[in-house]
Structure formats: C-alpha cells, structure tokens
C-alpha cells in the first residue's frame, strides 16, 4: 500500500551516487543516473552527494558499510539496492503530489532487458566479436521495431486512418516513464564507449532508436544526469586493454 506524504511537509533526501575521476562530478554508474532521473521526474526536492570510490569517507563507512552508490537517505533512513529504491520511491511519492512513472505497457520494460549484456559482450570481445556484434545488433533491432510500432493507445479504432509507425517520443509514450530512466542511461553508455574502443555507432537504419535518444537529449532530466564522455571512456579503458 503506498505511503502519502504530509500535504505540507517535502520528505528529506539525499541521493548519493559514484563520482568521477575528478572525485566530484558524476562518474560512470546507470543505476546511480537511473535514480537521479526517477528523482527529478517526480518533482520532489532533494540533494545528491557524489562518492569518491577510491577514497570513501569515514562518515559514509559508517553510514552504508560494505555498499556501493546509489543509495538513499530517506528521512534519514537508509536504502539500498537501486531497484528497491525505485520501487520505494514510485510507491512513497505517489499521485496526487508527485506523478507515477511506472509504464503502461510491461513490453516498455522488457523490450530493452538484453542490450547491456550483449553490448558488454561486444566490447570485450572486440577486435573479433562478428558473432558478439550480431547479437548487439538484432537487441537494437528488436528495440527499434517496438519503438516503431504504434502502442495499442496511439490507435484509433474509431478511425478509417491507419498508423504505420508510431510517432511517440520515448517506450511508453510521450512522456518518461521508469522503463526509460532504466534503458536510457545504458544506451548513452553503448554510443560513447562502443564507438570510443570499437568504433561502433547504432546503424542509422534503426531510425526509432535514433528518435528515441534525439528526444531524450533534450530532455534535462536525462541530459544534465549523464555522466561526461570521458567519465565512460576511462571507465571501459581497462575492459578495452585487455581484449586479445
């Protein structure tokens, strides 16, 4: 049963999340942009601590022992385990003050379920990942069919007109859903690491992937969350200088 908040009082959080290389900025981390997003699309006030890895502070040892960003301070409680968290919040901070994000459609989560693991596939294999590269490929095709295919809500059955490709903006629809903060961030990870070690771009054949990040790019919500291009490269450097 979802908890409502007090009418007049914003919950306290804090999101802290891994930092860069610079021990400041955003480092390379989906699950901790996947949170930040899901955050920022609710409305709800709060702040985001970055957490240097290689030198994490004492109060924060204290504070979440042996856990890794992202983790959530709630009201002063603690949450861990980013899908946990997600699920906490789309519960917690729930309609009237705060939109849902779940989706409509259930393929709007699965549809992209594969891709990361393929693509990790694909980079550490490479030079010789025809087989890995294939695979990667037919996930992108099956996202770009769905993302393509008009949603049982974008047809009108009272219509003689029928759509041939759906027009919409992001999975579910026009607006960002959780299905998109979990696909986007791995997405804007594959076109920068891909092409850095690989030189691999998404074939501009798969025109509704290419609308889908075109849209997500301006969207603030996912832009000012993704971590620097140069975040993504080191982090795959190592994985890149130990292919045969």
């Known amino acids: 049963m979802a ?23 955003v480092g390379n981390c989906p699950f901790c942009q996947r949170l930040f997003m899901v955050l920022w699309l609710k409305g709800v006030k709060f702040t985001v601590t970055t957490v240097d890895m290689r030198k994490k502070p004492a109060e924060l040892k204290d504070l979440a022992p042996g856990t890794n960003p992202p983790f959530l301070l709630y009201n002063g409680t603690l949450k861990t385990d980013f899908i946990k968290i997600e699920e906490f919040l789309e519960q917690t901070l729930a309609p009237p003050r705060y939109p849902h994000l779940s989706p409509l459609n259930k393929e709007s989560f699965d549809v992209g379920a594969d891709i990361f693991a393929k693509f990790s596939a694909f980079i550490k294999n490479s030079p010789n990942n025809a087989f890995q590269e294939k695979n990667l490929l037919r996930e992108f095709k099956r996202l770009d069919d769905y993302l393509n295919s008009p949603l049982p809500e974008e047809i009108d059955h009272n219509s003689s007109e029928t759509i041939a490709v759906s027009g919409r903006k992001f999975l579910d629809g026009d607006r960002l859903t959780l ?15 891909a092409k850095k070690y690989c030189d691999f771009d998404i074939p501009a054949q798969f025109t509704g992937v290419w609308r889908y990040l075109q849209n997500a790019y301006e969207r603030e919500e996912f832009k000012q969350t993704c971590p620097a291009d140069i975040e993504i490269e080191k982090a795959y450097f190592t994985v890149a200088s130990k292919r045969k």
């Open 3 to 25: 908890q409502r908040q007090n009418s007049d009082k914003e919950p306290s959080i804090e999101l802290f999340i891994k930092a860069g290389h610079d021990g400041e900025n």
């Open 179 to 193: 299905a998109d903060c979990n696909l986007l961030p791995k997405l804007h990870v594959i076109r920068v690491a």
